[in-house]
């Protein structure tokens, strides 16, 4: 079955250490996205990309960094620079973005002390 | 300033007592709004698409309708299993190819036995 795959489901981190989450989909869309989820706020698009080799900062960019090497995968690395990197973090791909549902991964739950 | 709100935060209902969950939207040039089902621990499962004012889709005992301001999911004789977090989402033409999705921040269904 096609899908999303984020590993691991669980990831502890101590403060000031870079960590990187990973993300790969087999249904053959051309994009992808990682989101961040918080209680009691709506979903906040870190970073998309439409193609392989080309990505854009979404609304909250900043401490974050993403590769797009190969169409299957779009790891996300949180840096020591992410103030509250503490968070439910979903990657999502759709067919080529414009106006198409959001297919979604299970999640990579992060914990920062 | 584009805007997704989503009302109740959370509902209980007793099993089979139906109900409805509404989202609010203020965003420019609306595309599409999309209701997903989200379980603990999971990312969110895709329900509809709506594209225009009084446009209805119907998916087992739920039925979502979309007005020029809001859309509401109504829920028919619910059972425990309907139990979820519901998001909508918004999206609106970023004036590139790719749409700006804006979430709400979801209402929690309880379904009680």
């Known amino acids: 079955d096609g899908g999303i795959t984020q590993s691991p489901k669980y990831l502890f981190r101590k403060e000031g250490q870079n960590v990187t989450l990973s993300c790969e989909q087999n249904l053959n869309h051309d994009a992808m996205y990682w989101y961040r989820q918080d209680p009691g706020q709506g979903l906040r698009l870190i970073y998309y990309?439409?193609?392989?080799?080309?990505?854009q900062k979404g609304d909250i960019a900043e401490g974050y960094s993403v590769s797009r090497e190969k169409k299957e995968s779009f790891p996300l690395t949180v840096t020591s620079a992410q103030k509250n990197p503490t968070a439910f973090y979903l990657c999502a791909s759709s067919i080529e973005g414009v106006n198409s549902p959001l297919h979604f991964g299970n999640g990579t739950r992060l914990t920062v002390t | 300033e584009d805007q997704v709100t989503q009302s109740p935060e959370a509902l209980r209902l007793q099993e089979g007592e139906s109900s409805s969950l509404n989202c609010s939207y203020t965003?420019?040039?609306?595309?599409?709004l999309f209701w997903y089902r989200q379980d603990p621990g999971k990312g969110p499962e895709f329900l509809f698409t709506?594209?225009?004012a009084g446009e209805e889709k119907e998916k087992e005992r739920l039925k979502a309708t979309l007005t020029k301001k809001e859309s509401f999911l109504h829920i028919t004789a619910p059972k425990p299993e309907d139990s979820a977090t519901y998001l909508c989402?918004?999206?609106?033409?970023?004036?590139?190819?790719?749409?700006?999705?804006?979430f709400g921040p979801g209402t929690s269904l309880s379904v009680i036995p």
């Open positions: 709506l594209y225009s």
């Open positions: 990309s439409q193609i392989v080799n080309d990505f």
């Open positions: 989402a918004v999206h609106s033409r970023r004036g590139t190819s790719y749409d700006k999705v804006i």
């Open positions: 965003v420019s040039g609306l595309r599409g």
